[in-house]
């Protein structure tokens, strides 16, 4: 089984200020990475496929970077409404999760 | 747009037998693998089982695997989770998932609980 790292596993950030979300695999993906937001109560919902791929709807300020084992989420200003828990999601062999980093507002 | 409705929920003994649903519409429902992912609760994310379009290929995490099966039809554009041997730490969401490597559309979720 594939094992995905995320860290940290809670950020409080100021408004404005950049998030940096990294997940770490235990073997090498290629590209296979997906990070997902929860928000409180709602399901979750795909931000960026394969990486790098940021969905349609996503604001820009979310991108995400990395290949191999190594990948970052980053949120280039934090808003409000981007207080959640995200997740990333390898597909490469039999899917895994990290266990999540919940972001707030400082 | 992408619509999908999980059921079959609700409370069940150790031991029993759950047969969940996810009612899909939105979009050409054969073409795409489905998926069942589950979130205990306070918990994060697990994938568990998915199923190809064809249905010929499943798949199954060793946490759930001889408990529970995967099924769909495509002519109904549903697919199905039936959940056997249920154990208290089933006890979760269960969201079914458009799947395309990514979980690209997730439904709203159906709580199953397992507990005498």
């Known amino acids: 089984e594939i094992v995905l790292t995320q860290s940290p596993d809670f950020q409080s950030v100021a408004p404005k200020e950049r998030v940096t979300i990294t997940c770490r695999a235990s073997?090498?993906?290629?590209?296979?990475l997906h990070w997902y937001q929860q928000k409180p109560d709602q399901s979750p919902r795909l931000l960026i496929k394969?990486?790098?791929q940021t969905m349609s709807g996503v604001p820009s300020r979310f991108s995400g970077s990395g290949s191999g084992t190594d990948f970052t989420l980053t949120i280039n200003g934090l808003e409000a409404e981007d207080v959640a828990v995200y997740y990333c999601h390898q597909s490469s062999s039999l899917d895994t999760f990290g266990g999540g980093t919940k972001v707030e507002i400082k | 747009q992408v619509q999908l409705v999980e059921s079959g929920g609700g409370l069940v003994k150790p031991g029993g037998s759950l047969r969940l649903s996810c009612a899909a519409s939105?979009?050409?429902?054969?073409?795409?693998?489905m998926s069942w992912i589950r979130q205990a609760p306070g918990k994060g994310l697990e994938w568990i089982s998915y199923i190809s379009g064809n249905t010929f290929y499943t798949e199954y995490a060793d946490s759930v695997k001889g408990r529970f099966t995967i099924s769909r039809d495509n002519a109904e554009n549903s697919v199905d989770l039936q959940m056997s041997s249920l154990r208290a730490e089933d006890t979760a969401v269960y969201y079914c998932?458009?799947?395309?490597?990514?979980?690209?559309?997730w439904g709203q979720g159906t709580l199953v609980t397992v507990s005498s």
């Open positions: 998932a458009v799947t395309s490597g990514a979980f690209v559309s």
């Open positions: 073997q090498s993906i290629g590209s296979s």
């Open positions: 394969y990486g790098t």
């Open positions: 939105g979009f050409t429902f054969s073409d795409y693998y």
